[in-house]
């Protein structure tokens, strides 16, 4: 957390606590909350966090590379990974989990002489919590 917040700090961007707390959330949140989520996390603390400037400081992150914006299931999460990394996507229970597995043509940088600048694999199916619940764990 605190590289990020010197990277941050580097590129010019203002980290007001409002900021600060919204990296917080997405840093130690297990899944990839959407704006909502941080801003219901946040009102706790900070009873007069608009959902706009939670909207905001998501944007700000984003264009600094901090975090990205997944565009998968029904509403936009957002991800403190910023690297190419890929998802699995429950439709049970609509949770993002992320997935560690290699891609070969990431490291060639290349796929028919196309610069491949990001990937990006998203599986769709039920989680292992979801399974087991169902009583249909594999």
């Known amino acids: 957390m605190k590289k990020r917040i010197e990277r941050l700090k580097r590129k010019g961007v203002v980290l007001t606590i409002q900021r600060i707390g919204v ?7 297990p899944n990839h909350p959407t704006a909502e989520e941080i801003h219901k996390k946040l009102l706790e603390k900070y ?6 400037t939670v909207y905001n400081t998501l944007q700000i992150l984003k264009q600094a ?8 299931g029904k509403e936009k999460r957002f ?3 910023p690297g190419p990394h890929h998802h699995f996507y429950c439709r049970v229970c609509e949770r993002i989990i992320d997935v560690e597995i290699a891609c070969p043509v990431l490291d060639k940088g290349y796929v028919d002489n196309h610069k491949i600048e990001n990937v990006q694999a998203v599986f769709f ?6 399974q087991k619940k169902e009583g249909k764990n594999a």
């Open 23 to 29: 990296l917080e959330i997405l840093h130690n949140s």
């Open 65 to 72: 590379g901090e975090i990205q914006e997944l565009n998968i």
């Open 47 to 52: 009873p007069t966090l608009s959902l706009a």
């Open 79 to 81: 991800d403190p990974i």
């Open 125 to 130: 199916g039920i989680c292992a919590d979801c």
